[in-house]
């Protein structure tokens, strides 16, 4: 059993250089004095209050602290007003700004001209002032101008005296709105380290820096495999960190049987020394994404700074692993949401340097707060095949076949559902999870030496199956010659089958490594998302990651500030949230997801 003792709950806390990004709310108003604005002024600004209130109450960032919202010092009324508060968010760090009224307001100005902050506008639906003819010309006004903005409009009239209490469709869209601005703002002037160069020829290990540019407004830093070594060498890693690490490892992670040959298996005494190896390659890989400031005891001040990573990936194949043990255990336990340091927020990593899946789970956890899985999409196993290998008929989720997701690297262990929500299997964000939850996470896994066919150098891969039932989100960025980045995103489920039947569908492949059995959620109608197999068939890459929920509608909102398309998702229309930009594209959704994305281009270039 896992000593829970060890995993207390750490406060949240800033890894990254720069400050957290901020809220804005901009209350804006009738201009025109003598009784108009006069009669505005209170409801107004309740109006801004309640926003903020809204939004400090029900999120937090990804990494687990308070949101901060700034309102502007006085309601904007015209240019004068709107610039001293363009003024005021600039020193207060605001990246994502929502403009609130009331009423009836001069839009272009009034409006957010800043063209490098997140936008969206609350017009309240009443017929006392015209609220919503202001968030029809202001939406107008940013559309011709080039400076999309997200319109929140309430489905239903309200009373004026009621304008502060929020209705329950604004509160979703602003929710949506304020996630998925924040997660953008999150990534700019972070970066991304690769740690190698490209594993095995897969193409998302070819670090593209223009897209990280452009698109996201993060940078590149490079690290050969080769400073891990000189780290070992030298033993640039604290010291007493490192002992209390491996003691920890050795007590909570369980190792499970050696598959390989008996002939072949490397001795006990080798592996002790690879279990330390893998403790110490933890280590390292986190100093050199966020830096140690214990490193400085060594005079190591340069050492001590880390890349400011909010993302990283390890090559590792196979220039690293025809040698060394591999980076299992560093990626999982980095992507977890604890290790000997007790519950925390988990750090970001993709194994085979794959930087486009490490996107992939760096949106999800931006979105979320909560550890990513990191998995090959390996097989599609239709209902005939399953029932033809194992004589079982699959029934239940399973019932339209299955897909099998499976990898030695970086799936978090938060994957094992072993945590609860409404007494359900679920994972969470660090913040909400136990140590008795974290302790059954590492319970559920078995530490399994590694298949020396694939990795000569040996190493330790965690083994576990995801319970079944927990809602989840697939999601792969891939990046296409002529087009750009693009997104996809599949909602569906976690599936259990019988013992007997994974354990003889996981022997086909290596059962060394941790499963997700993933049920796609499907139409039945032509598509992409017709079956199962479709979905498979229609993935466009070999990894994936996944997040727990279904995150879908707030990944679309991502992309579209991104200005990502998104070529392939089963998120119904209803709950498809994008800039009023997009209505201009024509009727179809995708199609015109495409040409906004187009005209506007890139983010940041």
């Given at each position: 059993?896992?000593?829970?003792?060890?995993?207390?709950?750490?406060?949240?806390?800033?890894?990254?250089?720069?400050?957290?990004?901020?809220?804005?709310?901009?209350?804006?108003?009738?201009?025109?004095?003598?009784?108009?604005?006069?009669?505005?002024?209170?409801?107004?600004?309740?109006?801004?209050?309640?926003?903020?209130?809204?939004?400090?109450?029900?999120?937090?960032?990804?990494?687990?602290?308070?949101?901060?919202?700034?309102?502007?010092?006085?309601?904007?009324?015209?240019?004068?007003?709107?610039?001293?508060?363009?003024?005021?968010?600039?020193?207060?760090?605001?990246?994502?700004?929502?403009?609130?009224?009331?009423?009836?307001?001069?839009?272009?100005?009034?409006?957010?001209?800043?063209?490098?902050?997140?936008?969206?506008?609350?017009?309240?639906?009443?017929?006392?002032?015209?609220?919503?003819?202001?968030?029809?010309?202001?939406?107008?006004?940013?559309?011709?101008?080039?400076?999309?903005?997200?319109?929140?409009?309430?489905?239903?009239?309200?009373?004026?005296?009621?304008?502060?209490?929020?209705?329950?469709?604004?509160?979703?869209?602003?929710?949506?709105?304020?996630?998925?601005?924040?997660?953008?703002?999150?990534?700019?002037?972070?970066?991304?380290?690769?740690?190698?160069?490209?594993?095995?020829?897969?193409?998302?290990?070819?670090?593209?820096?223009?897209?990280?540019?452009?698109?996201?407004?993060?940078?590149?830093?490079?690290?050969?495999?080769?400073?891990?070594?000189?780290?070992?060498?030298?033993?640039?890693?604290?010291?007493?960190?490192?002992?209390?690490?491996?003691?920890?490892?050795?007590?909570?992670?369980?190792?499970?049987?050696?598959?390989?040959?008996?002939?072949?298996?490397?001795?006990?005494?080798?592996?002790?020394?690879?279990?330390?190896?893998?403790?110490?390659?933890?280590?390292?890989?986190?100093?050199?994404?966020?830096?140690?400031?214990?490193?400085?005891?060594?005079?190591?001040?340069?050492?001590?700074?880390?890349?400011?990573?909010?993302?990283?990936?390890?090559?590792?194949?196979?220039?690293?692993?025809d040698h060394f043990p591999n980076g299992d255990f560093?990626?999982?336990?980095?992507?977890?949401?604890?290790?000997?340091?007790?519950?925390?927020?988990?750090?970001?990593?993709?194994?085979?340097?794959?930087?486009?899946?490490?996107?992939?789970?760096?949106f999800g956890y931006l979105l979320t707060g909560q550890?990513?899985?990191?998995?090959?999409?390996?097989?599609?196993?239709?209902?005939?095949?399953?029932?033809?290998?194992?004589?079982?008929?699959?029934?239940?989720?399973?019932?339209?076949?299955?897909?099998?997701?499976?990898?030695?690297?970086?799936?978090?262990?938060?994957?094992?559902?072993?945590?609860?929500?409404?007494?359900?299997?679920?994972?969470?964000?660090?913040?909400?999870?136990?140590?008795?939850?974290?302790?059954?996470?590492?319970?559920?896994?078995?530490?399994?030496?590694?298949?020396?066919?694939?990795?000569?150098?040996?190493?330790?891969?965690?083994?576990?199956?995801?319970?079944?039932?927990?809602?989840?989100?697939?999601?792969?960025?891939?990046?296409?010659?002529?087009?750009?980045?693009?997104?996809?995103?599949?909602?569906?489920?976690?599936?259990?089958?019988?013992?007997?039947?994974?354990?003889?569908?996981?022997?086909?492949?290596?059962?060394?490594?941790?499963?997700?059995?993933?049920?796609?959620?499907?139409?039945?109608?032509?598509?992409?998302?017709?079956?199962?197999?479709?979905?498979?068939?229609?993935?466009?890459a070999n990894h994936g990651a996944v997040s727990y929920?279904?995150?879908?509608?707030?990944?679309?909102?991502?992309?579209?500030?991104?200005?990502?398309?998104?070529?392939?998702?089963?998120?119904?229309?209803?709950?498809?949230?994008?800039?009023?930009?997009?209505?201009?594209?024509?009727?179809?959704?995708?199609?015109?997801?495409?040409?906004?994305?187009?005209?506007?281009?890139?983010?940041?270039?």
């Open positions: 059993m896992a000593d829970i003792s060890s995993l207390k709950l750490n406060p949240p806390e800033n890894r990254y250089r720069g400050a957290l990004p901020k809220i804005g709310i901009r209350p804006t108003i009738d201009g025109r004095r003598r009784g108009v604005r006069e009669s505005l002024e209170v409801v107004t600004m309740d109006l801004a209050k309640a926003a903020a209130k809204l939004i400090t109450e029900n999120l937090r960032h990804p990494n687990g602290q308070p949101i901060q919202c700034v309102i502007a010092d006085s309601t904007i009324g015209g240019v004068a007003e709107a610039a001293a508060c363009q003024d005021k968010f600039s020193r207060e760090n605001v990246q994502v700004t929502l403009t609130v009224s009331p009423c009836w307001c001069y839009g272009s100005e009034t409006m957010d001209m800043d063209p490098t902050t997140i936008k969206a506008v609350w017009g309240f639906n009443g017929t006392d002032r015209p609220g919503a003819v202001y968030l029809a010309a202001v939406l107008a006004a940013h559309n011709q101008k080039g400076l999309p903005a997200f319109g929140i409009y309430g489905r239903d009239v309200m009373d004026f005296a009621d304008a502060a209490k929020i209705p329950n469709d604004v509160k979703d869209k602003i929710l949506s709105f304020i996630k998925s601005g924040l997660a953008a703002a999150w990534m700019r002037g972070k970066s991304y380290l690769s740690i190698g160069s490209v594993a095995m020829g897969i193409a998302g290990s070819i670090s593209n820096a223009d897209f990280f540019q452009e698109y996201l407004g993060m940078r590149n830093e490079y690290v050969d495999m080769s400073e891990l070594v000189r780290r070992f060498e030298e033993k640039i890693y604290s010291e007493v960190e490192y002992k209390r690490a491996l003691a920890w490892t050795l007590e909570n992670c369980k190792v499970g049987p050696d598959n390989n040959p008996a002939e072949e298996q490397h001795s006990q005494k080798q592996k002790d020394e690879t279990w330390k190896t893998c403790v110490k390659m933890a280590l390292i890989v986190r100093d050199l994404m966020v830096g140690n400031p214990d490193l400085r005891r060594k005079k190591l001040d340069e050492e001590a700074l880390g890349h400011n990573a909010i993302l990283a990936g390890f090559q590792g194949q196979r220039q690293w692993t560093m990626e999982v336990i980095l992507n977890s949401s604890f290790d000997w340091n007790g519950i925390r927020s988990p750090y970001v990593v993709a194994t085979e340097n794959d930087g486009l899946n490490g996107v992939s789970m760096l550890a990513q899985v990191f998995s090959d999409v390996r097989t599609y196993w239709s209902p005939a095949a399953i029932e033809r290998v194992t004589g079982w008929k699959p029934e239940g989720g399973a019932a339209n076949g299955l897909i099998h997701l499976i990898n030695s690297g970086s799936a978090a262990i938060d994957g094992t559902g072993k945590q609860r929500k409404d007494g359900k299997a679920a994972w969470k964000p660090f913040w909400e999870i136990s140590p008795e939850e974290a302790g059954a996470c590492l319970d559920a896994v078995s530490w399994r030496y590694g298949s020396l066919g694939y990795f000569r150098g040996g190493g330790y891969s965690s083994d576990f199956i995801s319970e079944g039932g927990m809602p989840v989100t697939m999601t792969r960025l891939n990046l296409v010659k002529g087009l750009g980045p693009v997104l996809q995103i599949a909602e569906g489920f976690t599936v259990t089958i019988p013992d007997h039947v994974h354990d003889k569908l996981d022997l086909r492949t290596d059962p060394t490594w941790p499963t997700t059995w993933f049920a796609p959620r499907v139409t039945g109608e032509e598509g992409p998302f017709k079956d199962v197999y479709s979905v498979m068939n229609n993935w466009g929920g279904h995150n879908g509608a707030d990944l679309i909102t991502l992309a579209s500030i991104l200005r990502i398309p998104v070529c392939m998702h089963n998120v119904t229309e209803d709950r498809i949230y994008r800039p009023s930009y997009w209505n201009a594209f024509g009727m179809d959704k995708e199609g015109s997801d495409y040409r906004a994305c187009t005209a506007l281009g890139p983010l940041y270039k």
